[in-house]
């Protein structure tokens, strides 16, 4: 038992010393132990040859051409109450939306009566003029007869005493004064009423094209289809939201605001493809190329067709859809025919077939490093590998086509600076110069 005992401690104290001198080893050898040692570092040798500007996106259908129903614009609570579904294949004059009306017909009836009542106002207003105008005539006709009257008995004052005549004198000029006031009384009354009437006639009119606003209020309160097409209904919206939130489809019941989006009529029977598509891709693509796509829904029928637009400016996206530091360019094609029972939204898978590069020089795209803001390969030599700068020509989403390099130089992967070692002194070692370079 004891030499049995002896031997285990003898191997047990073999084992330590054998773990100890090799963590001395790993510790006395530092970073030349995880050093990158040339033969450790996957590489490619640049090759010569056409190198084909294909450029690969995904992005969805959707109408050439679409028409927007808007909510009517007007004052008051929309609610709707007949709603067609998305995806509802329609004709023209089809009924889409209903809004509940009996806000704008009680509008309709307090405006008819307000018509009837200023109609009435202006026949009692206008009764009346004619009365006080009959009046005002007697009125004059014996103010008139007051003053003939007294001047007769002026004519006769060489026969009457003169207190007598200069009393003549005195009805005379009372007559020619009260005649002369009835004048401008009946004047004044007479503007006056026509004023009066004026004003319920305005108030008429204004009745009147109020009730009509009611009556087109009334009309406006359905949405028809204005052609035919597929239904698409706009998403309700909310007061609050948060990522991966579904927002559900507007539905009878809710109500919206005057001037809002309810639906938009697609029509199917031409349609072309929205997508993104980067910046380095965007130097490679222009109107007029040719595209082949493959529609998810329809794998086995590939289609054909052409570049229609490239935007000239990045487009924005939201803050929470950002992808980082590059940026997206909305691109659309055209369809060289259309893809028969496909609907709007179906995801497409679109290579866009650029120019060859003939006789070129290319590598792969993680081969090139972006080092003090100059794209640069690392290029074997002997055991170690040398920063060279290059300069690139043109890209696609694997290769880049590049001048300051020979073909069947040996050219590493990963960054020999960075793998094991101390990083360079560059702002972002060992990160492909995807963004720097020349390329066009």
Known sequence: MASKKKVRIVVSVLAAFVVLAGVSGVVLSGPQAFGARSDSIPTVRVKRGNLELKVYTTGELRPAKSMLLMAPQMGGTLQIVTLARTGDLVKAGDLIAEFDPSEQEYNLERERMDLLLAEQEITKAKADAAVQTAQDKVALLQAKFAVRRAELDVSRNELLSAIDGKKNLLNL?????????????????????????????????????????????????????????????????????????????????????????????????????????????????????????????KPDQPL?????????????????????????????????????????????????????????????????????GRP?????????????????????????????????????????????????????PGRPAINAGAGK
């Open 173 to 297: 000029e009372e007559a020619k004064r009260r005649l002369e006031q009835l004048e401008h009384d009946v004047k004044s009354r007479t503007a006056s009423s026509q004023a009066g009437i004026t004003v319920l006639e305005e108030k008429r009119n204004r009745a009147r094209l109020n009730m009509l606003v009611a009556k087109q209020n009334i009309d406006n309160m359905t949405l028809k289809a204005p052609s035919s097409g597929l239904v698409s209904i706009k998403e309700a919206q909310l007061n609050f939201y948060f990522d991966g939130m579904v927002i559900p489809d507007l539905r009878a019941g809710d109500i919206v605001w005057p001037g809002r989006a309810i639906a938009e009529i697609m029509q199917v029977e031409e349609m072309e493809i929205l997508a993104k598509v980067s910046e380095n891709d965007r130097a490679n693509i222009n109107p007029g190329q040719a595209v082949e796509v493959r529609l998810d829904a």
């Open 304 to 372: 054909s067709g052409r570049v229609k637009t490239v935007g000239g400016m990045a487009a924005r996206e939201m803050w929470w859809r950002g992808s980082g530091t590059e940026r997206k360019f909305d691109a659309t094609f055209t369809l060289d025919r259309s893809a028969a029972d496909v609907r709007p939204g179906t995801t497409a898978n679109i290579i866009i077939v650029g120019d060859k590069v003939l006789n070129a020089l290319f590598l792969p795209r993680q081969a090139v490093f972006d080092k003090d």
């Open 376 to 428: 640069v390969v690392y290029v074997r030599n002997g055991e170690k590998f040398d920063a060279r700068e290059v300069k690139i020509q043109k890209r696609t989403e694997s290769q880049v086509a590049v001048e300051g390099v020979k073909e069947g130089d040996e050219v590493a992967l990963v960054n020999p600076e960075t793998r094991g070692g101390k990083p360079s002194s560059g702002p972002a």
